[in-house]
């Protein structure tokens, strides 16, 4: 008796929670949510999605939108769901019944039947202050690693007792810290002891990528290079060639951008010779980036090797 007084009272609330869609049955409708979205959009529409990683796929046109596990979520509109029938309602707004019928007869989903779903942009997300990794008691792995990667023992104590690398406390990673000229840290990246993992601390400055100062200041050379270890080969070659890697200054580049350069010859500005050390590609990447971004408008070709005017011509 309750059960047949319970229904009687969901009939009139909501009926049609209990009577099938028109044009299609329950069947229909179970039928079509065992459809995922990774086998649909790959069966039906293989332009519409591309590989971002090992186990996850990405929409081309929203490449916020990521399907892994059987689950699909869009993160920039905060959406998701596990089948390809939710996909096409709430995303690609395409009427419920349209939807049902062509993943149950094995065919696309029609043009969207429903306006489009116009939901507010996302918030910008508030960048944390920039924070250094705390560190580990010793730096032993972080130096081990260098070593064995063929830096020089007095080039990586050099940098450990500027404060511009050390051992992080929770993964053991190398962390290479770049600091502006009063001695703060403004910048710092990971490199993994262990694997290929890089990345930059977040909120980092890129105009103040890791360095290190030649002990002169003086010095009228810097040789720059993308990486910091690719930095710390310069200073260990230097050193083996000549006895002393003090006479040079050395600047990573945080991949090609200017900002470094640009700013370590205003902080330097005794400097009159710049030693690019990149690839072919990063050369031609710089070259066209650094296009008016020199101090006092000058560029820099991104040559091998560069003559930059000091101090007295700058004015």
């Known amino acids: 008796m309750k059960d047949k007084y319970f229904l009687s009272k969901l009939r009139a609330a909501a009926p049609s929670l209990l009577t099938p869609m028109p044009g299609v049955s329950k069947e229909q409708v179970e039928q079509a949510r065992r459809v995922d979205l990774l086998t649909y959009l790959l069966t039906y529409e293989p332009d519409a999605v591309k590989k971002s990683s090992a186990n996850e796929y990405c929409l081309v046109e929203h490449d916020s939108l990521k ?20 996909f096409l309602v709430k995303v690609r707004g395409v009427g419920f019944v349209d ?18 779903i116009n939901l507010p942009p996302p918030k910008p997300k508030e960048p944390k202050p920039f924070a250094l990794p705390p560190p580990f008691k010793d730096n032993i792995r972080v130096t081990a690693y260098l070593q064995g990667r063929g830096i020089d023992s007095a080039v990586i104590e050099k940098c450990i007792q500027a404060g511009t690398l050390y051992e992080n406390k929770n993964f053991h990673n190398a962390v290479f810290v770049g600091m502006d000229t009063t001695g703060k840290p403004r910048f710092a990246c990971v490199r993994s002891t262990v694997n290929n993992t890089r990345l930059d601390i977040e909120s980092s400055d890129k105009r103040y990528c890791f360095s290190i100062p030649a002990n002169n200041p003086e010095a009228r050379f810097v040789m720059v290079a993308e990486a910091p270890i690719d930095v710390m080969s310069l200073a260990t070659l230097r050193y083996m060639d000549a006895g002393t890697a003090g006479d040079y200054h050395y600047l990573s580049l945080g991949c090609s951008s200017p900002l470094a350069l640009a700013q370590y010859l205003t ?18 990447e710089m070259r066209g980036a650094n296009q008016g971004n020199a101090p006092n408008g000058r560029a820099f070709e991104g040559a091998a090797y560069i003559h930059h005017q000091g101090a007295a011509a700058r004015g």
Do not use: M, Q, Y
Not at 99 to 116: D, E, H, N, Q, W
Not at 267 to 284: F, G, M, S, W, Y
């Open 67 to 86: 399907i892994s596990n059987g689950k699909w979520h869009w993160h920039s509109r905060d959406i998701g769901g596990k089948d390809a029938l939710t």
């Open 99 to 116: 939807a049902v019928r062509s993943l149950c007869g094995g065919f696309a989903a029609p043009a969207s039947s429903l306006p489009p």
């Open 267 to 284: 902080d330097h500005p005794k400097i009159e010779h710049v030693i690019v050390c990149l690839d072919n590609e990063r050369r031609t």
